[in-house]
């Protein structure tokens, strides 16, 4: 069992900056893929970013390429989205996420451990 915490999250105009961070604990948190997704109201959960376990190959959603970073620290069991760039429509509750097993990195339902969101709002 993985526990994930997110944290971060907050109100930025269009043009800033917000990190997000995700803290894991329970079972070794260097075992499991990561992710980050998110979901705007009205609207399906949505593929941000992720990374494998050793944090040496990323995958990133189009719409964030470039904008985006996520990286992860295994000797602290942390995960962390950097997002730079924002835009109105990134506003949505961002969630990290975790998995037993590799590959299909943008599909949420192959993850198995999810926390609880953060709220991300971008102002125009």
């Known amino acids: 069992q993985v526990h994930l915490v997110e944290s971060g999250g907050g109100l930025v105009q269009a043009g800033g900056s917000l990190r997000l961070s995700c803290a894991a604990s329970?079972?070794?948190?260097?075992?499991?893929?990561m992710g980050w997704f998110r979901q705007a109201p009205g609207k399906e959960r949505e593929f941000v970013a992720a990374l494998n376990r050793g944090g040496e190959a990323t995958y990133y959603a189009d719409s964030v390429k470039g904008r985006f970073t996520i990286s992860r620290d295994n000797v602290k069991n942390t995960g962390s989205l950097q997002m730079n760039s924002l835009k109105p429509e990134d506003t949505a509750v961002y969630y990290c996420?975790?998995?037993?097993?590799?590959?299909?990195?943008?599909?949420?339902?192959?993850?198995?451990?999810w926390g609880q969101g953060t709220q991300v709002t971008v102002s125009s």
């Open positions: 329970g079972r070794t948190f260097s075992y499991f893929p």
């Open positions: 996420a975790a998995k037993t097993d590799s590959g299909s990195y943008d599909i949420w339902y192959r993850y198995n451990y």
